[in-house]
């Protein structure tokens, strides 16, 4: 099946391209931005080879559905999203951190906890938890925004202050938003039967200086998901949890010797694991959302896209 690995547009008054591991997003005049989602699959901060079918729409709509659900309590920088893998908004000055939230003793922080560390990110986690339990109050565990092809580092509140990464003030405002946008996605997912164990969040500053939310926000590449029926009964019994997130390909990473540590290798994904990454992603769309999944016409992708965004901006 086709997918969307690469994008090379070219759209009136277009000034910058910036291509994520994900993501390409194109800035153009009178401060529009063009949000690209790419099939590209990122793990341990590495790109796969190959692009999964129909993960940019995936990411894309239920980003783009969230952020229309959560934009009474957090502006944010969305205006349109003209095509299932685009969304068009207002230009911001990013934020060069992320703001990582946790609810629960899981994934980065479960493997430092087992690796007998108790302060992750300046914030002291109780002794005594299992991997899975949930925290007795949600944990803010900041990340500093990786140039192209390095890891994200945690980092803690303090050192992003000392730093001057952040103002005092700015900063107060990203607290205060991760806390509320984490508050309504858990509220949303246990609508659906799910528990919102982590995510991370991203900001940045138009140019009138509000801060205001981008990227994508409860997605399964930026969020992990339990499915809250039989969750007790998984931790009492000391069983893996059933999840919704990427976590199932960094696991099958790790049990192919990969972690994107210097010197291995990124095993060669078959055409019929790809097909079980994409019908993953599908049951996560229709899982996390609620609604059944509509895959858009693959047969001509980046014409699509292109066609789609033109007619909007020619508006």
């Given at each position: 099946?086709n997918t969307l690995t690469h994008t090379d547009f070219h759209f009136p008054g277009q000034k910058h ?52 659900d959560t934009e009474d309590l957090v502006p944010n920088w969305l205006i349109a999203t003209p095509d ?189 694991y790809i097909k079980t990454v994409s019908d993953r992603y599908i049951e996560l769309y229709e899982n ?28």
């Open positions: 099946m391209v910036y291509r994520g591991k994900v993501r390409e997003v194109y800035t153009l005049e009178n401060d529009i931005m063009v949000m690209v989602a790419t099939d590209r699959l990122s793990a341990f901060d590495v790109v796969m080879p190959k692009g999964i079918p129909y993960k940019g729409q995936i990411l894309n709509q239920i980003a783009t559905k969230m952020m229309r299932p893998n685009v969304a068009i908004g207002n230009t911001c000055e990013p934020f060069k951190v992320e703001m990582v939230i946790r609810g629960y003793l899981s994934g980065h922080a479960a493997r430092e906890y087992k690796a007998g560390k108790r302060m992750l990110c300046g914030v002291k986690m109780p002794d005594g938890m299992k991997e899975n339990d949930k925290f007795p109050e949600p944990i803010i565990t900041p990340a500093t925004k990786a140039e192209k092809g390095d890891h994200d580092e945690d980092i803690s509140k303090e050192n992003i202050l000392k730093r001057g990464i952040v103002s005092e003030e700015d900063y107060a405002v990203l607290e205060d938003y991760t806390r509320k946008l984490f508050q309504r996605g858990t509220e949303i997912a246990a609508k659906r039967g799910l528990i919102l164990v982590d995510t991370k969040y991203e900001f940045g500053k138009t140019k009138e200086g509000t801060i205001v939310l981008i990227d994508e926000i409860h997605t399964p590449d930026s969020s992990r998901y339990f499915y809250a029926e039989g969750y007790d009964e998984r931790q009492l019994k000391g069983e893996p949890q059933k999840q919704l997130s990427k976590e199932f390909v960094r696991q099958w990473l790790i049990s192919n010797g990969f972690q994107g540590l210097e010197g291995q290798k990124v095993p060669e994904m078959s055409e019929a996390i959302t609620g609604e059944t999944f509509h895959k858009a016409d693959l047969s001509n992708i980046e014409n699509r896209i292109e066609t789609n965004i033109s007619e909007y901006l020619n508006k």
